[in-house]
């Protein structure tokens, strides 16, 4: 048997049919075809499947995709809008932030989430804390940094 699952994927209007057991992460990758939200460790540890969840920076790979009936999901294919990068996606380009890539999206959605929520703290140590949650195998950490430090502005 399958639910019926309504979502606001990127600003449209979705429904789906998924198994009740289906993770969130599974269904972008795989049934929605949208695979810029990696998948590193599937359990929480790394921040690759970071995307948002009415705003929120949530990691699809502990989510069901059943429980996010009604709610706003982004990825990071709906975060450039009518063809502009976001201001933190140009920050990444300015400061060299990528090197392999594959973190940077996770990477990118759960920056975006920090600097667009009013009631959180941005100095550098705030931004260290909410980013912790976000591994990247190359060490790029020093440039990811600075490209966030560059986009609060
Ligand atoms: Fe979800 Fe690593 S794939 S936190």
Do not use: W
């Not at 920050?91 to 959180?120: K, N, R, T, W």
């Not at 705030?126 to 020093?142: E, I, K, P, Q």
């Amino acid at each position: 048997a399958t639910l019926t699952v309504r979502l606001i994927l990127n600003g449209e209007p979705v429904t789906l049919e998924v198994p009740p057991q289906a993770i969130l992460l599974d269904v972008l990758r795989d049934q929605l075809h949208l695979g810029g939200t990696k998948k590193g460790c599937d359990h929480g540890q790394c921040g690759a499947c970071t995307v948002h969840v009415d705003g929120r920076a949530v990691n699809a790979c502990l989510r069901l995709a059943a429980m996010c009936e009604g709610q706003a999901i982004t990825t990071i294919e709906g975060l450039a809008e009518k063809g502009q990068l976001h201001p933190v996606q140009e920050a990444f380009l300015v400061h060299d932030a990528y090197q392999c890539g594959y973190c940077s999206p996770g990477q990118i959605m759960s920056a975006v989430a920090l600097l667009e929520d009013p009631e959180a703290a941005t100095d550098d140590a705030a931004v260290r804390d909410a980013m912790s949650g976000n591994l990247c195998r190359c060490g790029a950490y020093r440039n990811i940094q600075a490209a966030i430090a560059d986009a609060r502005r």
